[in-house]
């Protein structure tokens, strides 16, 4: 375990729980009393519900910002801001997910992550190491939300927009965490070790091959539904729909990580840990990911 301290806001969400690489956690969460909190606890974490302020981030070496999409702008900076005013040598914005570079103007409805990372490469006149993190899907939140981006995995219909034999890259949740926390060790360090955009691709996988996985493990046929990208295009320009931005880059290709990311730098030859990969998933929920 390495001596440094790592803060985490909103620790007790989705990416707060794989720190077992560091040796002190202290996490600011709101909702101190809940299953997830109490867990973190009894690994050795510190839980408060107390407001994030230079104060105290006193001693803390790193803050990951693990806030959930419904913080406003003014919280992400305020978190930011307290960082460095604290002293902390390395940042971790809340900037999970798409990399909106390769997204070009299709990104925009997330647009605001960018601002907010960018504000904060800015503070104390650039000293503070800011990393922004980019996963792609999220392995556990893929299935989740698969209704809402036209995946009926329980019917067995995929209704898709662009290629869907494009792969793109997904990450769980515990991989992410892990490679946060390897990140952050290696950044308060040497700070120039961690480039300060990074993508992370504990597998790759295409919709096509997804579902002869799903038909493979439960049998039956999934049908699968192509639509046309330009639909997608233009919801994002008139109404930066978050949705469809992120169909997009999977019907784009935007999503695929696979080729360059930084897996093997925080996790050389799996040396640490086991990159979770989709086909255990699924085997794992009998091809139901959305059970798990």
């Given at each position: 375990?390495?001596?440094?301290?790592?803060?985490?806001?909103?620790?007790?969400?989705?990416?707060?729980?794989?720190?077992?690489?560091?040796?002190?956690?202290?996490?600011?969460?709101?909702?101190?009393?809940?299953?997830?909190?109490?867990?973190?606890?009894?690994?050795?974490?510190?839980?408060?519900?107390?407001?994030?302020?230079?104060?105290?981030?006193?001693?803390?070496?790193?803050?990951?910002?693990?806030?959930?999409?419904?913080?406003?702008?003014?919280?992400?900076?305020?978190?930011?801001?307290?960082?460095?005013?604290?002293?902390?040598?390395?940042?971790?914005?809340?900037?999970?997910?798409?990399?909106?570079?390769?997204?070009?103007?299709?990104?925009?409805?997330?647009?605001?992550?960018?601002?907010?990372?960018?504000?904060?490469?800015?503070?104390?006149?650039?000293?503070?190491?800011?990393?922004?993190?980019?996963?792609?899907?999220?392995?556990?939140?893929?299935?989740?939300?698969?209704?809402?981006?036209?995946?009926?995995?329980?019917?067995?219909?995929?209704?898709?927009?662009?290629?869907?034999?494009?792969?793109?890259?997904?990450?769980?949740?515990?991989?992410?965490?892990?490679?946060?926390?390897?990140?952050?060790?290696?950044?308060?360090?040497?700070?120039?070790?961690?480039?300060?955009?990074?993508?992370?691709?504990?597998?790759?996988?295409?919709?096509?091959?997804?579902?002869?996985?799903?038909?493979?493990?439960?049998?039956?046929?999934?049908?699968?539904?192509?639509?046309?990208?330009?639909?997608?295009?233009?919801?994002?320009?008139?109404?930066?729909?978050?949705?469809?931005?992120?169909?997009?880059?999977?019907?784009?290709?935007?999503?695929?990580?696979?080729?360059n990311n930084v897996n093997e730098l925080v996790n050389p030859g799996e040396s640490l840990w086991k990159w979770d990969t989709i086909e255990e998933y699924v085997h794992r929920t009998k091809g139901l990911?959305?059970?798990?």
């Amino acid at each position: 375990m390495s001596p440094i301290t790592v803060a985490i806001a909103g620790g007790t969400g989705q990416l707060g729980s794989s720190w077992k690489l560091v040796k002190r956690v202290i996490v600011f969460t709101r909702q101190p009393s809940s299953a997830t909190a109490k867990e973190l606890q009894a690994q050795g974490a510190e839980v408060y519900d107390s407001d994030i302020t230079p104060k105290t981030l006193e001693g803390v070496d790193a803050v990951v910002n693990a806030l959930g999409m419904s913080a406003s702008k003014e919280v992400n900076d305020n978190l930011a801001k307290a960082a460095a005013e604290a002293g902390v040598r390395v940042y971790i914005p809340n900037e999970f997910g798409m990399d909106l570079k390769l997204l070009g103007p299709y990104g925009k409805p997330y647009a605001h992550k960018s601002i907010m990372s960018n504000y904060a490469r800015e503070l104390n006149g650039g000293s503070m190491k800011v990393i922004s993190i980019y996963t792609a899907a999220f392995l556990e939140v893929l299935f989740m939300m698969a209704p809402l981006i036209g995946v009926d995995i329980q019917n067995g219909v995929f209704n898709l927009f662009g290629d869907p034999a494009k792969p793109f890259s997904y990450n769980s949740l515990r991989d992410i965490g892990l490679s946060v926390a390897s990140m952050v060790l290696l950044a308060t360090r040497d700070p120039a070790s961690i480039p300060d955009y990074v993508h992370l691709s504990g597998g790759a996988i295409s919709w096509v091959d997804l579902a002869k996985l799903i038909e493979k493990e439960r049998g039956g046929k999934v049908t699968i539904n192509i639509g046309d990208i330009q639909i997608l295009k233009e919801k994002i320009e008139k109404e930066d729909d978050r949705l469809s931005a992120g169909r997009y880059a999977f019907g784009s290709g935007a999503a695929d990580y696979s080729a360059n990311n930084v897996n093997e730098l925080v996790n050389p030859g799996e040396s640490l840990w086991k990159w979770d990969t989709i086909e255990e998933y699924v085997h794992r929920t009998k091809g139901l990911p959305t059970r798990d």
